[in-house]
Structure formats: C-alpha cells, structure tokens
C-alpha cells in the first residue's frame, strides 16, 4: 500500500494529527494503523467475568482507536504546567496558545463545557496554604472532564469523521518495524495481530509513530535497533490510592484534581499525584507481557463512594544504566507474582505496622475496594525501598492538606506504573535523526496525557500541512 502520510497508532497523538490534517483541506493521502479495534467494538468482559480474564492479542481497555484515552477517566488538563516537556520543546506560549484549539475541538465533538478547578479562589487558597506547610507544592490546573462513558461517544463521532473524510484506518494490524532506506524511513512493515503470518507494507512520504504509553517499550527498542537518537528519561513508578469520598470532599468539590508535588526526605525523589477520580473505579490494565497495572476511571453517570488517585515516585538514572522501562516492568512482574497475577491491595496502617493486609481485614473496613477482584496482600515485598519511602512520606505530607488520607484505612493498589521513560530526540519542528520519521505522544516521552498528546498530533498535523 502506498500514501502520503502512515501514522501508527490511534491514540489521542495519532488522532489529532489525521484531525488537523482533515480540518486543514489536506489533498494528502492518510493511513493509519491501529492494532485493536474501532472504538465500538471495544468491549472489557470484565463486567461479566467479574475479573480480568487477560483479553489476546490485546488488552481492549488499552488497545484501539481512542488508546487508553477512551475507557481512562476522559480528562483534559488545560495547563501546560501539566502534561509532560512538550513545553521544553516548543516553548509554554506556544503549548498553552495549542491547548486551548485542541480544547475547541474537543467541544465541537461534544465535550462538556464545564471547566472543574475554577471559581473558587478562597478555598484554593486555604488548599494551598495546608500544602505550603506540608512543604508540597499545589499547581492550578483547570480541568475538563469527560468521563469515560463520554469520552467513548466523543472519540466514536471523531472516528466517524475521519472516516468519512477519507483517512483510511487499518485496524487490528501490528506495525513491527520501518521500512528505512539509509537515514530516511519510507513506511511501516506490519503483521495482522491475530495472524502474525499476514503481513504487508505501507509506505509512505511521512510516518509518523504515536503509540502511546502502551507501545514506548516497542518504540525504545525500535530507537536502540535503528539507531534513532534517544536518552533514558524519568521513570514513574508507584501506587494508587484510594480513599472514602467524605476524606477527599472539600479537595474534590474546589479542584476536582489535586495535583500536589513534593520531596520527601531522605531521597528527595519529585513525588506527585496524578489522575484523581472522585467517585471513581479503581481498574487493572493488561499489556502485552502479561503485566497487570492499575489504573483509575471516572464515570460522568456511575459513581461510586470512593476517590482514587495515582501517587508516582520520579527515578531518573545515569550511567551506565539504560533500561528504565524495563527496570519498571521487573517490578510490576514481581508484584503480579505476588498477586498471582493480579493487583495487589494494602492497607496503609498495615504498611506502617510491617504486616499484609488480609481479605477479611478489607471486609470490615470503612473503604471497601472498588476493584473487586484484586489481591490483599503487601505490596511492600516487591516494591523497591527508596520508592516505598517516598510514597509513605509523601502520603503523611498530604494528610496534611487532606486530614484523615494517611489513615490505616486507605488502600494502596501496586503496581502503578507508566511508561513513557525513553525521550526520542527531536528539533523543535519534531524532526528526528531519521528523516521523514516522526515520534509523537505518550511514547516519545514528550506528553503525559491526554490534552498534551493531543496538542502535539495538532502541531504534527501543522507541520505537515506546511503551517509549522
């Protein structure tokens, strides 16, 4: 097959390039290449089963149009303090002014127009001042929530609309390699993800790669097998807490999201909060190692008596050490092992007390798991210790701001985990040290999320339409 332009992966990064390109009268041929399904047919059997029952080829709540965007908690962060570097790269004027377009489309696709974090000064305040004395900083991130049922329907009539405006989506085909000649790529070799004997090639003028956070191993062992210049970035690993609603309420009710930042002693590791869920569902993500993680989901409609939030520990390595994703999936087998197979749960009073946590030790607790099927147990047996010290340390920071989050009730799921640690080097304009080869999203290491990636397939879509 032949095009102009083969983009890999319909993540948000993916999604937007195509959308710009659409939107900006492209007479240029798109392919892109999706290895799971439409956004329709992704259905997690999970609600029947009543656990993971580890979907092949692929994890449905991970993998297809939309990526993790659609069945996450569907929220856009409309800072550029919040999102990853991209701004590093092309300055925090330029991000923000890219923001605030990406969030215009994401209402004329039917986002809700209710902006949380804003409006309520004082309070802020008050939040920020527990914070300061907590030694923790608050960031103001306004934030637009879609929720995940809402998010499907939005990146549904999303796909409609670059179907019907000619981008051709491969789904259910696995991209395996470039296709290079000399220091320039000419496309992408695929293989059918449920017959890996079914291959083609698609070759194209530009392609770009936006696999996510799902595809950034694949991606660094691309980079290392081409040669295409890359660096060991930040690894995130840590656990995902959650917490009764009535804990969290007054958080909850002034900011939706509060993204808090510190530096326990004795390491001093950045430890911060991410993807807060009020009335949220913890949930279990499968990749294609068999790894289980956590994550979290936010339902517009369906809400639940518990807030659940990620806390993520920051190790960044030096030499000669180069392996950070791998390192960060050792430890996710390691506590799947321990779960056999499964998340595992602890309660925070018993982390403290140097004991695991047992099933009938849940069944009595004020905070009842929203993640049915994982494992008590302890999660400190597979969590390294500088990690395990920074996050108990963070957590009593935070029950400064939050009185009653450092309770021995709180749970704490492992492992939590994202991988987005090898940054692709790239030029401001997103070129590489492959010519015609582009690294978008989550797996450039550039964004973390879903407003960023976004911004940064909007700008991809600029440049190749000649806007840059």
Same mark, same amino acid.
Request: glycine share 10%.
């Given at each position: 097959?032949?095009? /102009? ?6 993540? %948000? ?39 993971? $029952? ?24 409309? *800072? ?31 986002? &809700? !127009?209710?902006?949380? =974090? ?16 907590? =030694? ?10 879609? =929720? ?16 019907? @405006? ?19 790529? !000419? ?30 191993? +694949? ?16 690894? /995130? ?5 959650e917490v009764r609603n009535e804990i969290m309420e007054d958080v909850n009710n002034v900011l939706y999201e509060s993204k808090l930042i510190g530096y326990p002693q004795p390491f001093k590791n950045k430890v911060r909060t991410f993807c807060q869920n009020p009335g949220g569902f913890v949930s279990q993500e499968n990749y294609d190692n068999d790894l289980a993680v956590v994550n979290g989901h936010s339902y517009k409609s369906q809400k639940s008596g518990n807030t659940n ?26 506590? @799947? ?15 403290? &007390?140097?004991?695991?946590? +047992? ?5 009595? *607790?004020? $905070?009842?798991?929203?993640?049915? /099927? ?9 969590? %390294?210790? !500088?990690?395990?010290? @920074? ?23 492992? %492992? ?12 401001? @304009? ?32 600029? !440049? ?5």
């Amino acid at each position: 097959m032949n095009c /102009d332009v083969v983009i890999v992966g319909a993540g %948000p990064a993916g999604i937007f390039t195509a959308l710009e390109l659409v939107r900006g009268k492209s007479r240029k041929k798109i392919v892109m290449v999706e290895k799971g399904s439409p956004v329709q047919q992704r259905r997690c059997p999970k609600s029947l089963t009543g656990r993971c $029952v580890n979907c092949k080829p692929y994890c449905h709540i991970t993998t297809g149009f939309s990526g993790a965007g659609a069945f996450s908690d569907g929220k856009l962060s409309l *800072s550029c303090e919040v999102g990853g570097e991209l701004p590093e790269l092309i300055g925090e004027e330029l991000a923000q002014r890219t923001i605030e377009y990406t969030d215009g489309i994401y209402l004329e696709f039917g986002a &809700d !127009r209710h902006v949380e =974090g804003i409006g309520a000064d004082e309070k802020v305040k008050q939040i920020r001042s527990r914070a300061i004395q907590a =030694g923790l900083k608050l960031v103001d991130c306004p934030i637009r929530h879609l =929720g995940t049922e809402k998010a499907q329907e939005i990146y549904l009539a999303i796909q409609e609309y670059l179907q019907a @405006n000619g981008v051709e989506i491969l789904f259910g085909w696995n991209c395996e390699d470039l296709v290079l000649d000399g220091e320039e790529c !000419r496309g992408v070799a695929l293989h059918k993800a449920e017959d890996p004997a079914q291959s083609m090639e698609v070759l194209a003028d530009e392609t770009v790669i936006a696999t996510g956070r799902r595809g950034a191993d +694949w991606l660094e062992k691309l980079c290392a097998g081409h040669g295409i210049a890359h660096e060991p970035g930040t690894v /995130d690993i840590g656990v995902r807490v959650e917490v009764r609603n009535e804990i969290m309420e007054d958080v909850n009710n002034v900011l939706y999201e509060s993204k808090l930042i510190g530096y326990p002693q004795p390491f001093k590791n950045k430890v911060r909060t991410f993807c807060q869920n009020p009335g949220g569902f913890v949930s279990q993500e499968n990749y294609d190692n068999d790894l289980a993680v956590v994550n979290g989901h936010s339902y517009k409609s369906q809400k639940s008596g518990n807030t659940n939030l990620a806390i993520l520990c920051s190790h960044h390595f030096t030499e000669p050490f180069n392996q950070p994703i791998a390192y960060a999936q050792k430890i996710g087998e390691l506590t @799947n092992m321990l779960g056999d197979g499964r998340i595992l749960v602890q309660r925070f009073g018993d982390i403290l &007390d140097g004991k695991r946590t +047992w099933d009938k030790e849940l069944g009595r *607790s004020n $905070v009842r798991p929203t993640l049915p /099927d994982a494992v008590a147990g302890d999660i400190t047996a597979a969590m %390294p210790y !500088r990690a395990m010290v @920074n996050i108990i340390g963070f957590i009593q920071a935070v029950d400064h701001v939050v009185p009653g989050f450092a309770s021995v009730e709180t749970l704490l799921y492992s %492992p939590e985990l994202k991988f987005y640690s090898n940054r692709v080097k790239m030029a401001r @304009n997103f070129d590489t040290s492959i010519r015609k080869l582009y690294c978008l999203g989550d797996s450039s290491g550039w964004t973390r999320g879903l407003m960023m990636a976004s911004v940064m397939g909007v700008l991809m879509g600029r !440049r190749l339409l000649g806007r840059e």
